[in-house]
């Protein structure tokens, strides 16, 4: 199945994640926002993501906070899978 360019995941990370930043948490709801170094918004559900490194709880992560990430295609498209807090 070929995609887009809008849906293709962002450029290769030099190392084990992709850079980012939390742009925006829904504790109520249990969800988030990722943006990537080149720009690029990806949501999360924090059912469906594992959060790495020093801060390893959903309840935790902050707005702002540097992160590094990986992504997985689900029904809805292109969405965080990993959230790693640190090296």
Request: net charge negative; hydrophobic share 35%.
């Amino acid at each position: 199945m070929e995609h887009s360019d809008d849906e293709s995941p962002p450029d290769t990370p030099p190392g084990r994640f992709y850079a980012g930043t939390i742009k925006k948490l829904f504790p109520g709801a249990g969800m988030g926002v990722v943006r990537s170094a080149t720009g690029r918004e990806i949501p999360f559900a924090a059912v469906h993501v594992i959060v790495t490194g020093p801060i390893n709880r959903f309840e935790d992560l902050r707005e702002g906070m540097t992160i590094g990430f990986d992504v997985g295609w689900t029904s809805k498209g292109l969405r965080v899978t990993v959230l790693h807090t640190g090296d």
